[in-house]
């Protein structure tokens, strides 16, 4: 995994779209990274009545503090400055930031005079990647007609057409789970998924890893997910057409259950969930960032699929424990954390083993009632029902929706890009 000290490619620039949760977040760990050169961020419109208000939007946040102490702590002095007003140029820690703010549809940035061959659209204004280029609106298609060679989307890829696959140029990659399946050859626009996905991933591969699909007969993902900006701060009155009428309640005072594609886009970064029974959620609570995953998971095997005895609670953490050993993304604590705790962590999801359980019980199958089994089978057996040990598994996992796991990861996945291109 990479630890964020590549060497600084010199005048290199990345393209970042949107200067949201996200699109900020993302400038702020480039800047860290230091592995660009510059970077473009497109905002698409005037901001505030000049550019010192780009400024004030890059220095300031309300959850993680100001750009310069995140970056060299709490005496760190103010570190964001006009460098070319006229060209729209602002240092930030000294790299180079060209803010556009003429063109909200993809194809009309202007990547191609700025150098940019990847960008890092946050909008999350453009999920379909089956839209044309000229698509009313615009389309994530609309980077590539503007010059870029790569995009990078930092949520899942939606298709109007359900069920339909993606286009053979489109991939959902998740960092440490599936990124090197990236074919620069093939692939120029990448879903980099949800921060949920991501997390849940991490969570999923390594069970999958020890037991085998075959091993898990359904499982379940519930996250309690901190507000974001999709939310009205106090009531509103809902959209036309709208469905999920808790959203425009107050994200201020409510506790709001939502839907998630966490387990449809978990399918496109790790295969072997299509076999299982998945289903998941999202409870929308009142703080900033840092969201919990519980997953609940079935085995239909009373034993592990490496003869190490039942499936149990210290298995299971054991598992856990052996991959953050082993240097990837997922960490394991055996301490009692909230949400604040794992506030900007470096982690894909950060496991409470002090909260994993197990339940084992039996499920009673009459064998004679089942299609498909012959009846010289059944014949010979003294008594057709047979006990089935199942397991009942509960695991929990933190992660930073925002900067700690999500764009993170997002950075280490746009860094494996652009070290592919040719």
Same mark, same amino acid.
């Given at each position: 995994?990479?630890?964020?000290?590549?060497?600084?490619?010199?005048?290199?620039?990345?393209?970042?779209?949107?200067?949201?949760?996200?699109?900020?977040?993302?400038?702020?760990?480039?800047?860290?990274?230091?592995?660009?050169?510059?970077?473009?961020?497109?905002?698409?419109?005037?901001?505030?009545?000049?550019?010192?208000?780009?400024?004030?939007?890059?220095?300031?946040?309300?959850?993680?503090?100001?750009?310069?102490?995140?970056?060299?702590?709490?005496?760190?002095?103010?570190?964001?400055?006009?460098?070319?007003?006229?060209?729209?140029?602002?240092?930030?820690?000294?790299?180079?930031?060209?803010?556009?703010?003429?063109?909200?549809?993809? =194809?009309?940035?202007?990547?191609?005079?700025?150098?940019?061959?990847?960008?890092?659209?946050?909008?999350?204004?453009?999920?379909?990647?089956?839209?044309?280029?000229?698509?009313?609106?615009?389309?994530?298609?609309?980077?590539?007609?503007?010059?870029?060679?790569?995009?990078?989307?930092?949520? $899942?890829?939606?298709?109007?057409?359900?069920?339909?696959?993606?286009?053979?140029?489109?991939?959902?990659?998740?960092?440490?789970?599936?990124?090197?399946?990236?074919?620069? $050859?093939?692939?120029?626009?990448?879903?980099?998924?949800?921060?949920?996905?991501?997390?849940?991933?991490?969570?999923?591969?390594?069970?999958?890893?020890?037991?085998?699909?075959?091993?898990?007969?359904?499982?379940? &993902?519930?996250?309690?997910?901190?507000?974001?900006?999709?939310?009205?701060?106090?009531?509103?009155?809902? $959209?036309?057409?709208?469905?999920?009428? =808790?959203?425009?309640?107050?994200?201020?005072?409510?506790?709001?259950?939502?839907?998630?594609?966490?387990?449809?886009?978990?399918?496109?970064?790790?295969?072997?969930?299509?076999?299982?029974?998945? &289903?998941?959620?999202?409870?929308?609570?009142?703080?900033?960032?840092?969201?919990?995953?519980?997953?609940?998971?079935?085995?239909?095997?009373?034993? $592990?699929?490496?003869?190490?005895?039942?499936?149990?609670?210290?298995?299971?953490?054991?598992?856990?424990?052996?991959?953050?050993?082993?240097?990837?993304?997922?960490?394991?604590?055996?301490?009692?954390?909230?949400?604040?705790?794992?506030?900007?962590?470096?982690?894909?999801?950060?496991?409470?083993?002090?909260?994993?359980?197990?339940?084992?019980?039996?499920?009673?199958?009459?064998?004679?009632?089942?299609?498909?089994?012959?009846?010289?089978?059944?014949?010979?057996?003294?008594?057709?029902?047979?006990?089935?040990?199942?397991?009942?598994?509960?695991?929990?996992?933190?992660?930073?929706?925002?900067?700690?796991?999500?764009?993170?990861?997002?950075?280490?996945?746009?860094?494996?890009?652009?070290?592919?291109?040719?």
């Amino acid at each position: 995994m990479s630890d964020g000290t590549e060497a600084w490619n010199e005048g290199e620039p990345l393209g970042i779209n949107g200067l949201g949760r996200i699109g900020k977040l993302t400038l702020w760990h480039h800047v860290a990274r230091r592995h660009f050169g510059r970077l473009v961020v497109n905002v698409g419109r005037p901001v505030g009545r000049d550019l010192e208000a780009v400024c004030g939007v890059i220095e300031h946040d309300s959850t993680y503090g100001t750009v310069h102490r995140f970056l060299h702590g709490v005496d760190a002095d103010p570190c964001v400055r006009i460098a070319d007003r006229e060209r729209g140029v602002i240092e930030v820690d000294g790299v180079p930031v060209t803010v556009l703010q003429d063109a909200r549809n993809p =194809r009309d940035i202007d990547w191609r005079g700025n150098r940019v061959r990847i960008v890092v659209d946050t909008t999350g204004a453009f999920d379909d990647p089956t839209r044309p280029v000229d698509a009313p609106g615009g389309s994530v298609r609309g980077h590539l007609a503007a010059g870029a060679e790569k995009v990078l989307y930092s949520a $899942a890829f939606k298709s109007a057409a359900d069920g339909a696959p993606p286009p053979e140029d489109a991939v959902a990659l998740v960092y440490g789970i599936n990124h090197d399946v990236f074919d620069p $050859a093939r692939h120029h626009l990448v879903s980099a998924t949800s921060c949920t996905t991501t997390a849940l991933a991490h969570m999923v591969k390594p069970l999958l890893d020890r037991f085998g699909g075959t091993s898990l007969m359904t499982a379940s &993902m519930s996250t309690v997910h901190a507000a974001t900006n999709s939310q009205s701060v106090l009531d509103t009155v809902p $959209a036309a057409g709208a469905r999920d009428l =808790r959203r425009n309640r107050s994200a201020l005072n409510s506790i709001i259950l939502t839907s998630t594609n966490a387990a449809s886009a978990l399918e496109q970064v790790v295969p072997d969930v299509g076999s299982i029974g998945f &289903m998941s959620d999202s409870v929308r609570v009142p703080i900033p960032t840092e969201s919990l995953i519980i997953l609940n998971v079935t085995f239909q095997l009373g034993r $592990a699929a490496d003869g190490d005895g039942a499936v149990t609670r210290d298995l299971l953490n054991r598992t856990y424990e052996e991959e953050h050993a082993a240097g990837g993304l997922l960490r394991f604590s055996d301490r009692q954390n909230v949400p604040a705790d794992v506030r900007a962590t470096r982690a894909a999801v950060v496991i409470e083993g002090v909260e994993t359980h197990t339940r084992t019980g039996f499920v009673r199958v009459d064998l004679a009632a089942l299609p498909g089994v012959p009846d010289d089978v059944l014949a010979e057996m003294a008594s057709t029902v047979v006990e089935v040990p199942v397991t009942h598994a509960k695991v929990f996992g933190w992660y930073d929706n925002e900067y700690g796991s999500y764009t993170n990861l997002l950075g280490d996945l746009t860094v494996h890009v652009h070290a592919h291109l040719e």
